[in-house]
């Protein structure tokens, strides 16, 4: 098995070394490719660099930098690093915070798997939830170190879908911000409520504006059976995803409005 992994918080990211040394449990080092960006590339989405040209610098062996997005390394590898023999599986992350509920829609790293699955390769997102209790662990990175390859072994066990008539699913993983582990949750994308991003303003003394974007409260507690509801009480989250975003609920109802 021939494997990619990449992230979006950089080349040198703590959780792109947590997912290394995972993959080795899964095939051996010499097919094993990291094609990551070269620096931090949070909140990007999907985004891919049409508009302009993207360096790529091999730094070691079957290790690459890219100028780009997540999305741009998946391609990357995909269609040149390594064209003469695709990777069979992606991997992304695992990134530094919860990619859970709505935090999925501006996810770089949930972008890269996305992408891979839209190119037809089994594609599966990682991250680990931040919390209280991390800044006690030893490794923030403990709860993923600990079961990221069991988890992942388990959700190839069970990819036997070709999904030839539709988009491919990919598999959305989130570790909870605890190392007391409940166990795996499959459940759907939640939503925080009241936590959307906002802006905190500031104004220079020479009268220029500046904006700094943040996001909502993490650990705000949700009622319904979620990502982040499982999360928050232990359980290492699974949801498998599609690109199709369409709201299938509202087609009747718009039908027979129009």
Do not use: W
Request: hydrophobic letters at 35%.
């Amino acid at each position: 098995m021939r494997i990619l992994l990449t992230n979006d918080d950089g080349i040198n990211a703590p959780g792109l070394q947590v997912l290394e040394a995972i993959a080795r449990n899964l095939t051996n080092e010499e097919n094993i490719f990291i094609i990551a960006p070269s620096g931090e590339r949070s909140g990007v989405g999907h985004c891919v660099s049409y508009n302009a040209p993207t360096q790529i610098e091999r730094i070691s062996e079957n290790r690459y930098s890219v100028s780009g997005y997540p999305a741009d390394c998946v391609i990357a590898g995909i269609h040149h690093v390594m064209k003469d023999d695709p990777p069979s599986l992606i991997l992304s992350g695992v990134n530094r915070g919860n990619n859970s509920a709505e935090n999925v829609l501006y996810s770089g790293t949930i972008g890269a798997a996305l992408e891979g699955a839209l190119q037809g390769i089994t594609s599966i997102a990682l991250s680990q939830y931040l919390g209280p209790e991390s800044k006690k662990m030893s490794n923030s990175f403990n709860p993923s170190i600990t079961h990221g390859l069991n988890v992942i072994q388990k959700i190839l066990d069970n990819d036997k879908h070709t999904d030839d008539d539709g988009y491919k699913v990919f598999y959305n993983v989130n570790f909870p911000p605890t190392e007391n582990i409940n166990g795996v949750a499959v459940v759907p994308q939640g939503l925080r409520p009241n936590t959307t991003f906002s802006v905190n303003p500031f104004t220079t003394q020479n009268g220029k504006e500046f904006l700094f974007f943040k996001g909502g409260n993490q650990h705000v507690q949700v009622s319904k059976k979620s990502d982040v509801a499982a999360n928050l009480s232990g359980y290492i989250s699974l949801t498998p995803m599609r690109a199709d975003l369409t709201a299938f609920d509202r087609i009747a109802d718009l039908e027979e409005f129009l």
